[in-house]
């Protein structure tokens, strides 16, 4: 059976306005269901995959979450290349790169004037090194996005659980970040805590407003939003029904959220909030030398349930301790890479006949004709009449062909609308 892609591009509409006749040509595009997307997050959505690098003192100790006791010293990458972290993404179809600028241990990637738990500290490019500086310029020149995770949980700063002091310190970390490197595509805020640790009271809203002043462009992800939501889970795996729609309200950044609300959203939420799905290509989620990765076929199946599901596929591949990716990740990388080619590279349906129940403005409108259907641009669509309750696409092959993989897509700058779909041979 052919492994290549039936691309279909629809729009099925769910509100009703004044009538039109059959035969006019109507120029003006369905009206859109709130809630929307920013611009911000509708770039953040059209991008479907970005690149996780865990990367820190965990991956000289072997560890995943440090305690913050460790020596800055381990933290000594003897061949650091950011470029080559870089080339990896952008060779492998990521848009995006996101560090951990600072993880869970307190250790800095930068040199923040806020602690001295930092690579100022390491004997990396002796004390001199910038990492966080390194990968900015590197996803500049290579015209990828850059993205930024800022541990709020800090198992080092002794004023961590002393709510005013803590939340300046974060404040004023999230300020270096936010000014020094240029744009922001995307800050990650992780929920994690462990049990037992000291109470702490985060300023979200306060952060939040910090960072929209600084990077207006940025998306904020967390279990809540505002802009991303956490899929609830690690595996990278998204609710069969994956709705944009979702509640702020209901969710809490760290707190026992409901799993299947995060996995599946709420046809019925107020706010504009996709999921994205994390997962990472080895075992644990910084290098160790003992991991080995997933083969490129899992990858690809992990991508039908994220991406293929409407949300964004967030794939850690961590640098390991001589600071690149391993050959063996990038080789998983490839094959995964080649399998998306050779799957989505040709459209089977690009010359077929495509007649629909009916066109809005009548069948002559260019506009919203059923063959809009074959473009992968989203602001090219077919749209039915309204006040209908059923629509129904019709594709002639013209010959005989084999597919096991149906995309289909709609135009999500105008709302999430379509509930259900069925496909008949």
């Not at 040199?111 to 990968?135: C, I, K």
């Amino acid at each position: 059976m052919s492994k290549i892609t039936l691309l279909i591009l629809l729009c099925l509409l769910s509100v009703s306005s004044s009538s039109s006749s059959s035969n006019a040509v109507v120029r003006t595009p369905p009206l859109p269901i709130l809630p929307l997307p920013s611009a911000s997050q509708l770039q953040w959505q059209l991008g479907h995959m970005a690149l996780f690098l865990h990367f820190g003192p965990n991956t000289f100790t072997d560890s995943e979450w440090g305690e913050g006791h460790a020596d800055p010293h381990v933290f000594n990458p003897s061949n650091l290349d950011a470029t080559q972290w870089v080339r990896v993404a952008k060779d492998s179809g990521f848009s995006r790169v996101i560090l951990t600028a600072k993880h869970h241990d307190g250790f800095c990637l930068w040199p923040s004037e806020f602690t001295e738990y930092s690579v100022r500290s390491s004997l990396w490019r002796n004390g001199s090194g910038d990492v966080v500086a390194e990968l900015a310029k590197a996803a500049r020149d290579a015209g990828i996005g850059l993205g930024l995770y800022l541990s709020p949980w800090d198992r080092h700063e002794v004023c961590y659980g002393k709510t005013l002091e803590y939340n300046e310190l974060y404040m004023g970390q999230m300020s270096e970040l936010l000014t020094r490197y240029g744009e922001i595509k995307e800050v990650w805020l992780d929920g994690a805590k462990g049990e037992g640790e000291k109470d702490m009271k985060y300023f979200f809203d306060t952060w939040f407003s910090l960072i929209h002043q600084l990077q207006p462009g940025a998306v904020i992800f967390s279990d809540a939003g505002p802009d991303t939501r956490w899929i609830g889970d690690e595996a990278g795996v998204a609710g069969s029904t994956c709705w944009s729609l979702f509640n702020r309200s209901a969710a809490k950044i760290g707190g026992d959220n409901d799993p299947q609300y995060s996995s599946e959203g709420d046809p019925l939420g107020h706010d504009w909030v996709p999921a994205e799905c994390d997962v990472s290509v080895r075992p644990g989620w910084f290098w160790h030398a003992s991991e080995v990765p997933k083969s490129g076929r899992t990858l690809l199946d992990i991508y039908y349930k994220s991406v293929g599901r409407n949300c964004l596929l967030l794939l850690n591949v961590p640098p390991n301790s001589s600071g690149l990716i391993s050959t063996e990740d990038i080789q998983v990388l490839q094959e995964f890479s080649e399998l998306r080619r050779s799957i989505f590279s040709y459209n089977l349906a690009i010359n077929a006949l495509v007649n629909a129940s009916s066109t809005r403005g009548g069948i002559n409108n260019s506009h919203f004709e059923p063959r809009n259907i074959l473009q992968e641009d989203i602001y090219t669509y077919w749209a039915p009449e309204e006040n209908q309750t059923d629509w129904a696409l019709y594709l002639n092959l013209q010959d005989l062909v084999s597919f096991n993989v149906l995309q289909v897509q709609e135009p999500i700058h105008m709302g999430q609308r379509v509930i259900e779909f069925h496909l008949d041979i």
